[in-house]
């Protein structure tokens, strides 16, 4: 079956990097567009981050473009989001995702001094 699993979170400094990472197994990786989400607390799921199957094109919400990057290792079964530049905003709890709302146990990020 579907299986995702993200790692990669951990607590940083506003202003500073994380790249997280997503593992995918039980479908053909490379036909299916995936995304990343994330959910703070006390808030709703919040989409960020789309790629096609190809890993060819992406997508960003408004909050975060400019400053993150998702691509796609198709080789690999891997989709990557790199965030730089992070504010306390961006701390939540974040999952890749298929485009039917498939995702893993998440990882957390936490962007504090």
């Known amino acids: 079956q579907v299986q995702l699993v993200e790692s990669g979170g951990g607590l940083v400094q506003p202003g500073g990097s994380l790249s997280l990472s997503c593992a995918a197994s039980?479908?053909?990786?490379?036909?299916?567009?995936m995304r990343w989400v994330r959910q703070a607390p006390g808030k709703e799921l919040e989409w960020i981050a789309g790629?096609?199957?190809?890993?060819?094109?992406?997508t960003y919400a408004e909050s975060v473009k400019g400053r993150f990057t998702i691509s796609k290792d198709n080789a690999k079964n891997m989709v990557y989001l790199q965030m730089n530049n992070l504010r306390p905003d961006d701390t939540a709890v974040y999952y890749c995702?298929?485009?039917?709302?498939?995702r893993g146990q998440g990882t957390q990020v936490i962007v504090s001094s």
């Open positions: 039980g479908f053909v990786f490379s036909s299916y567009a």
């Open positions: 995702s298929t485009l039917q709302g498939t």
């Open positions: 790629i096609n199957g190809a890993g060819l094109t992406a």
